[in-house]
């Protein structure tokens, strides 16, 4: 093969990619020249993302063995000091831009280059310092302002701006947790064209609360007995391998992506060889909050959408994030000027014990025949200003693929009377409130069950009805019902009749006749509370079903739209509009779930993880537990723990 040696790790030597593998830091670089050299180009031109192109699917999917295709990026520019941005297509090979597209009224995702830019300039803003004077705060080195995405709330000053929205901390000395002492009522809109402020709201001095309360090891005072450790040893190495970017362990075989606005992307995943998933990946995450009061009414960020999941991944620490035997990929991205920035360690992959997979005992004879479960962990990291939001994908032994969202930092907090948080928050510690909110995510699912004609189909279970044919009263029975366009394909949860959906392939039967099939177990839904006519509800039009399905199209990326920073409405709700075919078609299964969140005083100051998450399931994939032929292994380094004094 044309590939030279791989550094652990690093994508940056191979010479032939994948075609679906993301861009090196080389053709980031390249895009970046090609650009720079076209008259599109000026000093003020920055870069918001720079990401590959993804080929069609029907070229990836008839490449031959060895042979490769043309590389093509999408690159999103915009210009210091107006809004708009200029949507471009470019071609690798050929170095030349392919396609450009002005959209003078979209707006770039913030930027974490912007983030502490917005700090300085709303600390010397006089109107600002006089809002912390009147509440005691006079040192402005003090103050730390988050800039949070502003919305679209029709203010008639902020219209047809680019902006954010900010609110503000006191951080008494070096790391200590300044969400202990919110500057509450007072809040900033900072223009991130002209980089002014243009105004500042005082909703009402609250004094703030003065009490630390940390979580760094550095400020605390004392620390519990630590824990004898526990070790994960892979004596005889791993059993996952990564050659021309494709990751293959056990049956499972995929290949890895990365990019700013989604991080992590899984593409042609495949078990023993059979297509199951084209691509999945987390495309949306909104924060809605329920506070009417003082700024935070405003409080509804897109997480994905308005900032970039990517280029907020932490670099992980081996035994610290990751346990275990650790294969890490760097992720690389483009900075705002340019230049190609990489986040070392930026995707941890290993291996997890997970339990038992399956056990019998013959009562007869006592003999027990029991296997042990295993996944293989993708995961990344991200800290979004004051959240953290652990992303995990699984893959298992017996087919199963499941993500799984662990969100943990520091709550969004705000200045209360203590004793008195109101109707929309929870007290954490005196005169620190944390308002009821939830996180909502999308996963968009390009699906490819035993190959991309698939269909969807509803199961719900029934109680069967009285009469001569139900004697006993005990019938109940599973009803399937074909979803046929995308309408038909918009869908909410029903805990009561069991509801659960299939991705079918029509075409494709299993041994008892039936077609090939997997089940999205939508096991952690929320239901949106926002209403859904209001500013911020017509933006995450997304939210209003559990279930969406479309035909696939690979310009439908994003469920809230493709620019989402001020967006007005847009994405899923407009796709199924179209009311396309569903039926044993090339299709997309999005999947609306999260957390709901009520503040308890434990989530303060730091998160313990909560999870979230959903699972792809085979469900008449396989003609019989795929996980028979496992050989039956002990795992010789357990022992007995002599618990006992
Ligand atoms: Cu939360």
Not at 209 to 224: A, F
Request: aromatic residues 8%; negative net charge; hydrophobic residues 35%.
């Amino acid at each position: 093969m044309n590939v030279k040696s791989v550094e652990p790790g690093s994508r940056a030597e191979v010479t032939r990619p994948h075609p679906l593998a993301p861009l090196t830091p080389a053709e980031i670089a390249k895009v970046v020249g090609i650009i720079q050299a076209s008259p599109l180009f000026g000093d003020k031109t920055r870069f918001e993302t720079i990401e590959l192109l993804e080929p069609p699917k029907a070229a990836v999917r008839t490449l031959k063995p060895g042979a490769r295709l043309p590389r093509d990026a999408r690159a999103n520019i915009f210009t210091v000091g107006r809004i708009g941005v200029v949507r471009l297509t470019v071609s690798l090979d050929e170095e030349r831009i392919l396609t450009s597209e002005e959209l003078p009224d979209q707006r770039a995702m913030i930027q974490i280059e912007q983030f502490l830019m917005v700090q300085e300039v709303v600390r010397t803003d006089p109107r600002f310092v006089e809002g912390c004077a009147r509440r005691g705060v006079t040192d402005m080195s003090k103050v730390c302002i988050d800039p949070w995405t502003a919305g679209s709330f029709e203010v008639p000053e902020e219209e047809g701006r680019h902006l954010c929205h900010v609110f503000a901390w006191v951080r008494l000395y070096a790391n200590e947790n300044f969400y202990a002492h919110p500057i509450e009522g007072l809040n900033a809109v900072v223009d991130l064209n002209s980089w002014e402020v243009i105004r500042v709201d005082d909703h009402g001095i609250v004094p703030i609360p003065m009490k630390e309360v940390n979580y760094d090891s550095q400020l605390l005072t004392s620390t519990r007995e630590s824990l004898k450790p526990i070790d994960v040893v892979q004596p005889e190495g791993v059993n996952f391998s990564i050659t021309d970017d494709v990751l293959r362990w056990d049956k499972w075989q995929l290949v890895v992506g990365f990019n700013g606005r989604e991080g992590v992307t899984l593409h042609d995943v495949r078990y023993d060889g059979r297509p199951i998933v084209y691509r999945a990946s987390i495309v949306e995450m909104v924060v809605p909050y329920g506070s009417p009061d003082n700024g935070h009414y405003r409080k509804h960020v897109f997480d994905i959408g308005e900032y970039g999941a990517g280029k907020l991944a932490n670099s992980l620490t081996l035994g610290c994030d990751c346990l275990g035997a650790i294969e890490y990929l760097d992720a690389h991205l483009n900075t705002m000027d340019g230049s190609v920035m990489t986040i070392k360690n930026a995707v941890c992959i290993h291996e997890e014990d997970s339990g038992i997979l399956w056990k019998h005992t013959d009562f007869r004879t006592g003999r027990a025949e029991v296997r042990r479960a295993r996944r293989l962990v993708i995961s990344t990291i991200l800290t979004v200003g004051n959240y953290e939001y652990a992303f995990y994908w699984y893959l298992y032994l017996d087919g199963t693929i499941e993500h799984e969202i662990k969100t943990t930092g520091i709550i969004n907090t705000a200045g209360c009377i203590p004793g008195k948080p109101g109707k929309y928050a929870t007290e954490v510690s005196p005169g620190v409130a944390g308002h009821i909110h939830q996180h909502i995510f999308c996963a968009r699912l390009d699906m490819a069950v035993d190959g991309d004609a698939n269909s969807i189909v509803e199961h719900n279970t029934r109680a069967e009805s009285d009469g001569p044919h139900n004697r006993y009263g005990n019938a109940f029975y599973d009803e399937p019902t074909l979803l046929k366009t995308e309408r038909e394909g918009c869908r909410r949860i029903n805990p009561e009749t069991m509801r659960y959906w299939k991705i079918i392939n029509p075409n494709v039967r299993n041994h008892v006749g039936q077609p090939t099939a997997y089940k999205l177990e939508a096991k952690h839904t929320v239901t949106p509370l926002v209403r859904a006519d209001s500013f911020s509800g017509r933006r995450a039009g997304f939210v209003q079903n559990h279930v969406w399905v479309t035909a696939y199209d690979p310009e439908e990326r994003y469920p809230a739209g493709e620019y989402m920073n001020h967006s007005k409405g847009g994405g899923l709700p407009d796709y199924v509009a179209k009311n396309r075919s569903i039926e044993n078609a090339d299709i997309v299964l999005w999947h609306v779930f999260g957390i709901h969140h009520t503040v308890r005083t434990e989530d303060f100051p730091v998160q313990p993880c909560v999870m979230t998450g959903f699972k792809l399931m085979p469900s008449g994939f396989f003609d019989r537990n795929p996980t028979i032929d496992l050989p039956r292994s002990s795992n010789h380094a357990s022992c007995c723990a002599k618990a006992h004094g």
